[in-house]
């Protein structure tokens, strides 16, 4: 079902107008419908508030593959938490094989993850911990 704007929305986006914001040509990689700059310069889309800036296509196919990543990745950690709870009521069971393809598709999750986000960010994230590993 394909949902057009609804009242509501289209009276949020009316008082954005009202309020001094402008209508860009891009959209809510969300929802599709125009974002709006505020007077502050914040880009917002009137269902979402706050969204990520779009530069051009490409950003928004990142976009889309980040959200869908972030996804598998609280998959993956679910399954694995699974693996562990399995493993205490059968002790016999091949858990190390299980662990090892869970862990190596989480570590290659992470690592698009990196490569997707912006590596403007980095200064924004907190070195909360810090791994020793050291990889060629
Ligand atoms: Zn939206």
Redesign the pocket.
């Known amino acids: 079902m394909e949902r057009r704007s609804s009242p509501e929305v289209v009276r949020r986006m009316a008082d954005l107008l009202r309020a001094g914001a402008a209508m860009l040509s891009e959209r ?1 990689p ?2 599709g ?1 125009p974002l709006f700059r505020l007077k502050s310069g914040e880009i917002v ?1 009137p ?2 508030g706050r ?1 990520y800036i779009v530069r051009d296509e490409s950003e928004v196919s990142k976009v889309t593959v980040q959200g869908v990543l972030e996804e598998l990745e609280k998959f993956v950690a679910h399954r694995i938490s699974e693996v562990i709870q399995n493993a205490e009521r059968s002790p016999g069971s091949d858990v190390a094989e299980a662990l090892r393809s869970w862990l190596d598709i989480l570590e290659r999750t992470e690592r698009i993850l990196n490569m997707v986000t912006s590596p403007k960010r980095e200064e924004e994230r907190k070195e909360t911990n810090k791994k020793s590993s050291s990889g060629g």
């Open positions: 809510c969300l929802c419908l889309c269902v979402h969204v």
